[in-house]
C-alpha cells in the first residue's frame, strides 16, 4: 500500500479552507481518499475545515453522480457518446433559434459555476455563441444588489469593499450569518476565530437578524428586525450620523453626499423605528457607537439582497462606512488587490441596456433577473422561450415560485443541461453532460479571492486522475462551441485550456513579471499551503471607474427608490413573514445527497416563536400547512424563542420528493421546498433581484 499526502482548498463554498488529503494505492487498484483534514499550514485557513470539505470523499464515491452523457428517453435515461451528444445539442438549438429567434433559447448558470474555474473561463466559449438576451443565473436570487451598488457608486460591479475583519474594532452584520456560510462576499475560513478576537481586542460585534442566529448568539448586541425592515434601520443610522455631527472626512473623491443628506432628512430614526421594529434610541445609540469606534465596518450579505429593498440597502452600507471614514480604510471596508484581479481586466459592467419582454426587468451584466424566467417560459409570442441550456444550477428549489418553474420546463421543446445529477432540474432535461469531480480537476479561485479579507493566492491540482472517457467541463464547453460552431458556419476562435489563461494572468497581475516576485503557476507550485500577499490596504481611489473617477454616492435611480420606500405600505402587524436561514452542511440542494452531511438533528423544519405558536394552537413537531400567495406545502413546525414574533423561518433547498429525481439519500430526507411559498413578483424594484425574505405567509395545522 502506498500512502501520499496532497494539499489543495476546497472549494465548496467561499471559505476556500486549505486541506490535507490522504490517498492510498493498493497494487493495481484505482487510488482512493482515506483521509481529509484541514491543512495546519496553510497560510490563509490555518487549519479550519468545515464538514463541507469532508463531503468531497462522498462526491467522489457517490453512486449517484452521473460519470457519462446520459439522454433521456421518455421517462428513461441512456448512455450516449461524446459527439454525439455535441452534434444534438447543437443541432435542436440551431434549429429552434433558426425557427423562432435567438432569444427563444434560454441559459441559466447556477451558483457552482464560480467554484469551478472551468466554468468560469469556458463557459461562455459556448454559450456567447448562442447570442441570447436571455441569459440568467443565481446572481439574481442572491447578491445582485450588490454588484449594483458598485457599479453605480464605483464603477465596476466586482470593486467589492471587503471588511477588514481581522483590524476592526466594531463589526455591524446585517443579513449575515458567517458562521454558517463561512463569510460570503468575504472570503474568510476560520471566521469564528476572527469575530472573537474583535472582541478579544476590546471591540464590538452586532447583528442585526430576525433571528438570533449562530453568530447572533456570540455578538456582543443582537437586535430583532422585522424581515424588510433593514432599509429603514440603516437610514435611521445614516440619518442620525448627519443629524449628530458624527461623520468623518474621506481622503476619497466624492459627489452627491449633500444630495444623500437632503433626501432622507425626514427619514430619522422616530419615523423609521415603525418601519424596522427597533426603538428609535436603539437606532441613534448604534449610530453613536458606530462612529465612536476608532476603526469600525458595517458589512450586510444575503439576507439584504434577498428583501424588497435590497439595492438600497446596499448602498445605505456603502454609505455609513463612507460618511464615517471608514471606506478605504484600515480596520473598515477595504478593496482586495488580488494575483488575478478580474476588475483590472473586465468592463465594469452593464444595467438596463434591455429589459425582460413580459414583465420588463432590467439586464445587468449581460443578464436577466431569474424570476422572469418561468413567464418567459409560458407566455405565447414572439421571443417565448422554447429551449434552455441550464449549468450547474437547480432553479426549481432555488429561484422562487419553484413549481411555476417546474411546469414551464414541462412544456421546452429541448433541454440539456451540464450537471452532476438528476435533480428537480435536469430531472426535464433530454440531455445532461457531466463533468469530471472536484477531486479530479485543477482549481484556481478567480473569485474568492477578489472577495477575501487577505490578499492571497494558490493554485490546485487534481488529486485523482481523469478517468477514462471522461471530460472536465471547460472540455464540454469546447466540444459544444465546436460542434454549435460547425452547425451554424459560425466563426470560433481558438482557446487555452484554463491553467494557461490563469499562469497568463498572474504573469501580467499585480504580483507578476512587472513586479519583483514574477508571480506564476510555476511559482505557485512551490506553495502548497497558498501564498499570502499581505494585508488588504487602501487603494480605492486609483480603481475607481466611475467616468469621473469619484465616488458617486447619488445614484439617481436609488435616490428614486427611496420614494417606493417612502410611500409603501406595510403589511398588517398580525401578518407572518417568512424568512431563510442557512446551515453549515448545507450550501446547495445537491448536498443533501451526502450521508455526513445530512446526519444528525432534523434541520428542515419551520422555526416559530412559541407565543407565535400557542396564538395560532400549534404544539412541537406538528404537522402544518404554511401558505402564501403562489401556494402551500406541509412541514413539521418548532418552536424557537430565538425567532422574532411574527416570523417564522424555513431553510433553502429541501424537498427532494419529486418524481425522477435519482438522489437515494436526498430523496429519503423529509422537508418541503422554500422556494414553493417564495413569490416571483416579490423583487427588489431597482435591479429584479428575488426578495425572497418577509414573503408574507400564513401557517395553520395541516
Known amino acids: 500500500m502506498t500512502k501520499t499526502l496532497h494539499h489543495r482548498a476546497c472549494h465548496l463554498c467561499e471559505a476556500i479552507c486549505g486541506l490535507t488529503i490522504e490517498t492510498t494505492v493498493e497494487n493495481d487498484a484505482p487510488m482512493r481518499i482515506t483521509s481529509i483534514k484541514g491543512d495546519a499550514l496553510d497560510t ?26 446520459m439522454r433521456r428517453v421518455g421517462q428513461d435515461w441512456h448512455p450516449i457518446g461524446w459527439q454525439e451528444a455535441f452534434d444534438l445539442v447543437a443541432e435542436r438549438l440551431a434549429d429552434i433559434q433558426q425557427r423562432h429567434g435567438q432569444n427563444a433559447v434560454a441559459v441559466y448558470q447556477g451558483n457552482p459555476s464560480v467554484h469551478n474555474y472551468g466554468l468560469m473561463t469556458h463557459s461562455n466559449y459556448f454559450l456567447g455563441l448562442l447570442k441570447t438576451r436571455n441569459r440568467f443565473s443565481a446572481t439574481s436570487v442572491d447578491q445582485l444588489p450588490h454588484h449594483l451598488t458598485s457599479y453605480l457608486m464605483y464603477g465596476h460591479g ?49 447583528v442585526v437578524d430576525p433571528r438570533r442566529s449562530e453568530t447572533a448568539a456570540m455578538a456582543d448586541q443582537h437586535l430583532f428586525i422585522r424581515p424588510g425592515g433593514d432599509a429603514a434601520l440603516l437610514l435611521g443610522v445614516l440619518n442620525t450620523l448627519f443629524v449628530e455631527g458624527l461623520t468623518r472626512a474621506t481622503h476619497l473623491p466624492v459627489d452627491g453626499l449633500e444630495e444623500v443628506r437632503a433626501a ?24 453613536r457607537d458606530f462612529a465612536g469606534a476608532e476603526r469600525a465596518v458595517c458589512y ?7 428583501q424588497a429593498y435590497g439595492t438600497l440597502c446596499h448602498w445605505l452600507v456603502q454609505l455609513i462606512n463612507l460618511v464615517t471614514g471608514n471606506l478605504d480604510r484600515v480596520g473598515g471596508a477595504l478593496c482586495t488587490e488580488p494575483a488575478l484581479d478580474l476588475v483590472a481586466s473586465t468592463s465594469g459592467g452593464s444595467f438596463n441596456r434591455w429589459q425582460s419582454r413580459v414583465s420588463r426587468l432590467p439586464e ?101 486522475a481523469k478517468p477514462e472517457g471522461a471530460l472536465h467541463d471547460w472540455e464540454i464547453f469546447v466540444g459544444l462551441a465546436k460542434a454549435f460552431a460547425h452547425r451554424t458556419g459560425r466563426e470560433l476562435k481558438p ?38 500577499l499581505g494585508a488588504l490596504k487602501p487603494n480605492l ?18 435616490l428614486a427608490d427611496l420614494v417606493r420606500f417612502a410611500t409603501a405600505q406595510q403589511p398588517p402587524a398580525d401578518t407572518l413573514l417568512l424568512i431563510g436561514r442557512r446551515h453549515v452542511r448545507s450550501n446547495n440542494s445537491w448536498m443533501h445527497n451526502y450521508h455526513r452531511l445530512v446526519k444528525g438533528k432534523p434541520r428542515h423544519h419551520l422555526l416559530m416563536n412559541p407565543e407565535d405558536m400557542a ?47 435519482q438522489m437515494d439519500i436526498a430523496r429519503e430526507q423529509p422537508g418541503a421546498s422554500a422556494n414553493d411559498l417564495t413569490d416571483e413578483r416579490h423583487l427588489d424594484a431597482v435591479s429584479g433581484n428575488a426578495a425572497l425574505n418577509g414573503v408574507p405567509v400564513t401557517v395553520t395545522a395541516a
Open 44 to 69: 490563509f485557513s490555518r487549519g479550519h475545515i468545515c464538514p463541507k470539505a469532508v463531503a468531497l470523499q462522498d462526491i467522489q464515491d457517490d453512486p449517484n453522480r452521473l460519470r457519462q452523457p
Open 158 to 206: 466586482l470593486l467589492l469593499p471587503i471588511a477588514d475583519i481581522d483590524h476592526t474594532d466594531f463589526m455591524l452584520i446585517l443579513g449575515g450569518n458567517p458562521l454558517a456560510s463561512n463569510g460570503s462576499i468575504m472570503t474568510v475560513p476560520d471566521v469564528e476565530k476572527r469575530l472573537r478576537a474583535i472582541q478579544t481586542r476590546g471591540g464590538k460585534v452586532v
Open 264 to 287: 432622507i432628512a425626514s427619514l430619522d430614526a422616530d419615523a423609521m423605528s415603525v418601519r424596522c421594529g427597533i426603538p428609535a434610541e436603539q437606532i441613534r445609540q448604534l449610530a
Open 300 to 306: 450586510g450579505r444575503m439576507g439584504i439582497s434577498t
Open 364 to 464: 445587468y451584466g449581460g443578464e436577466l433577473p431569474v424570476s422572469a424566467l418561468a413567464e418567459e417560459m409560458l407566455t405565447p409570442g414572439e421571443g417565448q422561450v422554447r429551449a434552455l441550456v441550464t449549468v450547474a444550477g437547480n432553479p426549481v428549489l432555488s429561484t422562487p415560485n419553484g413549481r411555476r418553474l417546474d411546469e414551464a420546463l414541462e412544456g421546452l421543446a429541448f433541454m440539456v443541461s451540464v450537471d452532476l445529477y438528476i435533480n428537480e432540474t435536469t430531472r426535464h432535461a433530454d440531455l445532461i453532460l457531466p463533468s469530471t469531480s472536484a477531486l479530479e480537476n485543477d482549481h484556481y479561485d478567480t473569485t474568492f479571492n477578489l472577495f477575501a479579507v487577505r490578499n492571497v493566492t494558490r493554485f490546485n491540482r487534481a488529486i485523482l
Open 495 to 532: 482557446t487555452l485550456p484554463p491553467a494557461q489563461m490563469v499562469d497568463r494572468g498572474l504573469r501580467a497581475g499585480l504580483y507578476g513579471e512587472a513586479s519583483g516576485f514574477k508571480l506564476s503557476l510555476d511559482t505557485l507550485n512551490d506553495y502548497p499551503h497558498g501564498l499570502d
Open 541 to 558: 481611489a486609483p480603481r475607481l471607474k466611475t467616468g469621473n473617477q469619484r465616488v458617486q454616492a447619488a445614484p439617481e435611480v436609488i
Open 615 to 661: 396564538r395560532h394552537g400549534l404544539t412541537d413537531g406538528q404537522r402544518v400547512r404554511v401558505a402564501s400567495r403562489v401556494g402551500g406545502i406541509e412541514v413539521e413546525v418548532m418552536g424557537s424563542v430565538d425567532m422574532m414574533r411574527g416570523v417564522v423561518s424555513l431553510p433553502h433547498g429541501w424537498g427532494h420528493r419529486r418524481p425522477g429525481v
